[in-house]
């Protein structure tokens, strides 16, 4: 996968922040289960609810999580095509 300079920034951005780091390791952590329950990273991440939701939103609009509604929840689990595309640009750099 291609990515385009707008992606790159975005993407960027969103690891900028070291809780969107964390929301991300988490999710890593329990991958093997599936899908993450969003209360399952509020329970790892002592921020408000609201705060934690605006980090999953950066994530999820940088294309880094697959987002899914569960009823009134949410769950999340990481976009390793996105991912990977990334730390392929990332190598081309070092090159």
Known sequence: MIMNAKQIERISKALGDPYRLKILETIKKEESQGWLP??????????????????????VDADLLFAEKDGRNAKYKINHEILDAYIGYLNLLKS
């Open 38 to 59: 969003c209360c399952a990273i509020l329970e790892t991440i002592e921020l408000a609810q609201s705060t934690v939701s605006h980090h999953i939103k950066q994530l």
